[in-house]
């Protein structure tokens, strides 16, 4: 009877793995393809999941646009009437208010002409009948160039975060009283956040060169930066933290570096690429349609012409393992975005027929 006893509750524990592994959700591989979805398009830069089952755009001479994704019909919204386009600038970062069927607000970054030279500004826009209106300007005279002009947008907890590049002149990324080569800061209406590390300053973190991704992982903020000829950059930003350009590039492994980083407390990178890749948009992926894709931040690469997936530890800490996909199959890539279905868009940026690009399972 004893062993009777013994072998019933074995075989109830093999039940209950067989039914706990039957239950798991399927991590194997898929087979991906790709999908243009729209052509033709002239140097896109923002590329966002937006209401009614649509994709919003910028492109850098200044055009809102929106796909309807059943359709594919592509319209114009809008186009911003003071964008410069120059170099790098011109209409870049966009992002929509997180309730945007109630707030329908839209909060741009783009590159003007001013009297005192060509700068970069962050402006806030209604949305209502089908266009954009009543522009507020939340923050202006940020310093410009054709150059490293940063410029990726990000809404969390009611807050707005901005990257701007040193626009050519590193120096300044290390003073906290210029607005240049930073993370940058502030409430939806554009005044500064009590909590912010520096009184009465927009500036979050600072000793950037020339951020281009930003996104939030649960409580962590990653973003992707253009390096020199060397040590490109993946970072998880910190309040008021140094991250070190000029002084430091890539790593704290130089023996001036190593000095300057522990006299400035500096946060070191993630992950650096020595030749540089060029990374631009990112996004964190954690959807079961393109399963191998869990939990990973996905990277637009321009200079590598491909999509980096970063696939990232459990404890959102640091990065795991890279892989490539789709190298110099479309050129150079952009940004990207994530739709509630799974399915991953992106924009080229190769000046000429650009296109957006929809990935999804064979």
Request: aromatic content about 10%.
């Amino acid at each position: 009877m004893k062993h009777l006893s013994i072998l019933f509750f074995i075989i109830m524990a093999l039940s209950c793995k067989k039914a706990k592994e039957n239950t798991s959700v399927n991590t194997d591989p898929v087979k991906l393809k790709t999908t243009e979805i729209a052509t033709g398009l002239s140097n896109p830069w923002e590329i966002l999941e937006g209401p009614n089952n649509e994709l919003w755009f910028t492109e850098k001479g200044g055009k809102i646009s929106r796909i309807n994704l059943e359709t594919k019909q592509v319209n114009t919204i809008f186009t911003v009437p003071d964008v410069a386009s120059n170099g790098e600038g011109g209409l870049l970062g966009m992002v929509l208010h997180p309730d945007f069927t109630t707030s329908q607000f839209v909060y741009l970054v783009y590159n003007y002409n001013s009297s005192n030279g060509y700068k970069e500004k962050v402006v806030r826009y209604n949305y209502s009948n089908g266009s954009l209106n009543t522009p507020k300007i939340l923050l202006q005279d940020i310093p410009a160039n054709s150059f490293h002009n940063g410029s990726r947008l990000m809404i969390y907890a009611d807050k707005l975060f901005i990257t701007t590049g040193d626009a050519g002149n590193a120096n300044n990324a290390q003073d906290k009283n210029s607005i240049s080569g930073k993370v940058l800061r502030m409430n939806l209406d554009g005044t500064i956040p009590s909590d912010n590390p520096f009184p009465n300053s927009y500036v979050y973190s600072f000793g950037h060169r020339n951020a281009q991704g930003l996104v939030m992982v649960d409580d962590k903020i990653y973003s992707s930066e253009h390096g020199p000829n060397n040590d490109d950059e993946i970072n998880i930003i910190q309040k008021g933290r140094n991250f070190g350009w000029p002084n430091v590039e890539g790593f704290c492994d130089k023996s001036a570096e190593s000095n300057f980083c522990t006299a400035n407390n500096v946060v070191e990178p993630l992950m650096v690429w020595t030749p540089t890749i060029a990374p631009s948009g990112m996004v964190y992926y954690n959807a079961d349609l393109i399963p191998q894709w869990k939990n990973s931040l996905l990277l637009a690469v321009l200079k590598g012409s491909k999509v980096l997936q970063l696939k990232l530890k459990a404890d959102k800490t640091g990065i795991d393992t890279a892989t490539d996909f789709l190298v110099n199959d479309f050129g150079r890539i952009r940004d990207l975005a994530v739709a509630k279905d799974g399915k991953v868009y992106f924009c080229t940026s190769n000046g000429n027929n650009d296109k957006i690009v929809m990935v999804s399972p064979e």
